[in-house]
Nanobody, 116 residues
């Protein structure tokens, strides 16, 4: 199962973007059994987990994005979302979705570039 991420782009600092991710190839019950998350990988850095959401929509965030990013999931449609507000240049990265433990194949990601 490989997710498809979308919604990235170029935005000025302080702007907003909403990322989407679809796990169309997954069985719904399988998708719902996982804690799902958004990751990002900046050039020259390791991939990091920035936000997670359980099936019941309990969420958790990395300190670097807390208060600015909001994760949400649509369990019936097997979709994951990331609303990103007050973007900073250091948020520039390729963003990926996967389970909290990276159980699925990795998608192509979606590029987010924040200019200062």
């Amino acid at each position: 199962v490989q997710p498809v991420e979308s919604g990235g782009g170029l935005v000025q600092a302080g702007g907003s973007l909403r990322l989407s991710c679809t796990f169309s190839g997954a069985i719904t019950s399988v998708f719902n059994s996982y804690i799902m998350g958004w990751y990002r990988q900046a050039p020259g850095k390791q991939r990091e987990l920035v936000a997670t959401a359980t099936r019941l929509k309990s969420t958790n965030y990395a300190d670097s994005v807390k208060g600015r990013f909001t994760i949400d999931r649509d369990n019936a449609r097997k979709r994951l979302y990331l609303q990103m507000n007050s973007l900073k240049p250091e948020d520039t990265a390729v963003y990926y979705c996967n389970s909290e433990t990276g159980d699925f194949s990795w998608g192509q990601g979606t590029q987010v570039t924040v200019s200062s």
